[in-house]
């Protein structure tokens, strides 16, 4: 256990629709990152929260979008979701900025499937 | 944005040591090479870190030869719960991303 809970586990969506999804970060833990994982493939950064400002974004368009708050807990949200949307979505949390010296501590997941 | 390569998948039998190497050639001075573990269904988790030399935890080693431009990671006595896809990085300071590649899927036979 990481002390990192996602939720929901599981998620079924039609496209077009929004989504919202939870991270709660490991207590002490200031910086959290959000990833998602296609089938078969390693997590891809979507972008970086440190706090409560955004600090880094990868090659993820306008249409996901994150917050968070002053508890450092995180949420994603996707809107106009797309059949390629589908898939497992993962937070992060760590100590300080991720990348650097800092272990960082997933959660288990939302697994998002769009139709 | 930091790439490394690593063999797709590699078979095991129980009890044996398992040794992963990855190749980071474009590594930066400041960066240090992390090993994560993943099951199916969950997200990574750390294994190991190190800068240079070796490195020893409960788990694992990690061997990085002075040109830090590959790294093996050392699993002793498999067992079947280390089925997992392994994954090597490399990240420093004033980087706020982790990249993953496609991992290395680790298979321990019976």
């Known amino acids: 256990e990481t002390g990192v809970t996602q939720s929901p586990t599981h998620l079924i969506k039609t496209r077009g629709q929004q989504v919202t999804l939870r991270c709660s970060s490991q207590s002490g833990h200031n910086t959290v990152s959000w990833y998602q994982q296609a089938l078969g493939q390693g997590p891809q950064f979507i972008f970086q929260?440190?706090?409560?400002?955004?600090?880094g974004r990868g090659n993820f368009p306008p249409r996901f979008s994150g917050l968070q708050f002053p508890n450092y807990s995180s949420e994603l949200n996707v809107n106009a979701l797309e059949l390629d949307d589908s898939a497992l979505y993962l937070c992060?949390?760590?100590?300080?900025?991720?990348?650097?010296?800092?272990?960082?501590?997933f959660g288990q997941g939302t697994r998002l499937t769009v139709v | 944005l930091a790439k490394t390569t690593q063999p797709i998948s590699m078979d095991s039998y129980e009890g044996q040591e398992v040794n992963i190497t990855c190749s980071h050639n474009n590594i930066a001075t400041n960066d240090y090479i992390t090993w994560y573990q993943q099951f199916p269904s969950q997200g990574p988790r750390f294994i190991i870190q190190g800068y240079k030399t070796k490195v020893t935890n409960e788990v694992a080693s990690l061997f990085i030869p002075a040109d830090r431009k590959s790294s093996t990671l050392s699993l002793p006595r498999v067992s079947l719960s280390d089925t997992a896809v392994y994954y090597c990085?490399?990240?420093?300071?004033?980087?706020?991303?982790?990249?993953f590649g496609k991992g290395t899927k680790l298979s321990v036979i019976p």
């Open positions: 929260y440190y706090r409560e400002e955004e600090n």
């Open positions: 990085l490399h990240s420093g300071a004033g980087s706020y991303q982790l990249t």
């Open positions: 992060a949390s760590s100590r300080g900025l991720t990348g650097s010296d800092t272990e960082a501590f």
